[in-house]
């Protein structure tokens, strides 16, 4: 295969990409705090098989990608615009995995005319509305990360993030990379991106899949609730936890196969 491997230097940071040529629709994987490229093995080589040109990237701190000042969600959603930019990557399908689910969703709700669809992987609704408990463990959550001996950061995560073994030692390998302080950088712009507004709908054809194990903040209760309020299907993957792609890499490329498919003539 012709090396398609790049970097995009941006202010402070250097972003490693991939970009796989093929003749239909673009699809742009961005994936989860503390993770890279590399949860998405599975989905973008069948989707690059099947004829999808695939872009891969690793967010900046994180991967191969570098990083030489504080994480901000502003920064890698600019990122993200960006590198399909730099790439004219015109209307593609975006598939974000928890953090890069919400950053897919802020850019689907900045610039709606960016993309052609979009598929979340076990992340929460961005405009979802939030219960006083909920608020109170969004704000506690960085706070009680900052408690954890970095020593330990990486098991702990792992063991919250993926219920099969296979899942948990790939897991675990790829947060040990990341330094604690920019992982909980990573964390706090995560929780940014919540901004309720509960009018809100997605104008493009959307696409929710969680793990049927994923207990990682309100995701197993807020899905649903934003499956029902945009009267879209829910798809949840048995025997899978929050890193659905690791956990269940054939039933989870199953899934954005078939959306992918459905999605193919849509305007």
Same mark, same amino acid.
């Given at each position: 295969?012709?090396?398609?491997?790049?970097?995009?230097?941006?202010?402070?940071?250097?972003?490693?990409?991939?970009?796989?040529?093929?003749?239909?629709?673009?699809?742009?994987?961005?994936?989860?705090?503390? /993770?890279?490229?590399? /949860?998405?093995?599975?989905?973008?080589?069948?989707?690059?098989?099947?004829?999808?040109?695939?872009?891969?990237?690793?967010?900046?701190?994180?991967?191969?990608?570098?990083?030489?000042?504080?994480?901000?969600?502003?920064?890698?959603?600019?990122?993200?615009?960006?590198?399909?930019?730099?790439?004219?990557?015109?209307?593609?399908?975006?598939?974000?995995?928890?953090?890069?689910?919400?950053?897919?969703?802020?850019?689907?709700?900045?610039?709606?005319?960016?993309?052609?669809?979009?598929?979340?992987?076990?992340?929460?609704?961005?405009?979802?509305?939030?219960?006083?408990?909920?608020?109170?463990?969004?704000?506690?959550?960085?706070?009680?990360?900052?408690?954890?001996?970095?020593?330990?950061?990486?098991?702990? /995560?792992?063991?919250?993030?993926?219920?099969?073994?296979?899942?948990?030692?790939?897991?675990?390998?790829?947060?040990?990379?990341?330094?604690?302080?920019?992982?909980?950088?990573?964390?706090?712009?995560?929780?940014?991106?919540?901004?309720?507004?509960?009018?809100?709908?997605?104008?493009?054809?959307?696409?929710?899949?969680?793990?049927?194990?994923?207990?990682?903040?309100?995701?197993?209760?807020? /899905?649903?609730?934003?499956?029902?309020?945009?009267?879209?299907?829910?798809?949840?993957?048995?025997?899978?936890?929050?890193?659905?792609?690791?956990?269940?890499?054939?039933?989870?490329?199953?899934?954005?196969?078939?959306?992918?498919?459905?999605?193919?003539?849509?305007?």
């Amino acid at each position: 295969m012709v090396n398609t491997e790049s970097v995009l230097r941006r202010d402070g940071a250097v972003l490693w990409y991939r970009d796989l040529p093929g003749p239909r629709r673009p699809v742009v994987f961005v994936h989860g705090a503390g /993770m890279d490229h590399r /949860m998405f093995e599975a989905p973008a080589l069948a989707l690059h098989r099947a004829g999808h040109r695939v872009v891969l990237w690793d967010l900046r701190g994180h991967g191969a990608s570098t990083l030489d000042t504080r994480f901000t969600a502003t920064a890698a959603l600019d990122d993200l615009v960006a590198l399909l930019d730099h790439l004219a990557v015109r209307r593609p399908v975006l598939i974000g995995h928890s953090l890069g689910g919400n950053l897919a969703q802020a850019l689907v709700r900045r610039l709606p005319d960016h993309a052609h669809g979009l598929i979340v992987l076990d992340a929460t609704r961005n405009t979802g509305p939030l219960s006083t408990a909920e608020r109170f463990l969004l704000g506690l959550a960085a706070p009680a990360l900052a408690l954890v001996p970095a020593s330990r950061l990486p098991r702990l /995560m792992a063991r919250a993030s993926a219920t099969t073994p296979r899942g948990i030692a790939e897991s675990e390998r790829t947060f040990a990379r990341i330094p604690k302080h920019v992982f909980l950088d990573v964390w706090r712009a995560t929780t940014s991106l919540v901004d309720p507004d509960p009018a809100y709908r997605t104008p493009i054809p959307l696409g929710l899949v969680r793990g049927a194990h994923d207990r990682t903040g309100n995701i197993a209760t807020a /899905m649903p609730r934003w499956a029902a309020a945009e009267g879209v299907s829910e798809h949840v993957i048995p025997d899978a936890g929050h890193n659905v792609t690791l956990d269940a890499p054939a039933a989870t490329t199953a899934v954005i196969s078939t959306l992918l498919d459905r999605w193919e003539h849509t305007a």
